[in-house]
């Protein structure tokens, strides 16, 4: 069973930075494309990048140009720059099947907050 870690939120002013970081136990990680997704208080998860096995990735319109995402083996990293007050929300990782299945159990998440 994969257990996914997410690492590295935090309280940060508006402009700042944040590298996140999902850790996933177990083989079938590094064979499936990783998500980063969000949850800010009141709204609903939202896809914020994902990366292929191969390395493709594809950005929410709201943070391309801002955030990286990048694997490497087991880890899957976003780097947040430029970040803003919308961006504060719980970050996720997982695997997904398709826009509403995931092949893990979700994680604890990781609190971001951006101050203005």
């Known amino acids: 069973q994969v257990q996914l870690v997410e690492s590295g939120g935090g309280l940060v002013q508006a402009g700042g930075s944040l590298r996140l970081s999902c850790l996933g136990s177990g083989s079938t990680f590094s064979i499936n494309a990783i998500g980063w997704y969000r949850q800010a208080p009141g709204k609903q998860r939202e896809l914020v990048a994902i990366?292929?096995?191969?390395?493709n990735t594809n950005y929410a319109e709201g943070v391309k140009g801002r955030f990286t995402i990048s694997r490497d083996k087991n880890t899957v990293t976003l780097q947040m720059n430029s970040l803003k007050p919308e961006d504060t929300a719980v970050y996720y990782c997982n695997a997904p099947l398709n826009s509403v299945l995931f092949v893990y159990s979700w994680g604890q998440g990781t609190q971001v907050t951006v101050s203005s």
């Open positions: 990366i292929s096995v191969g390395g």
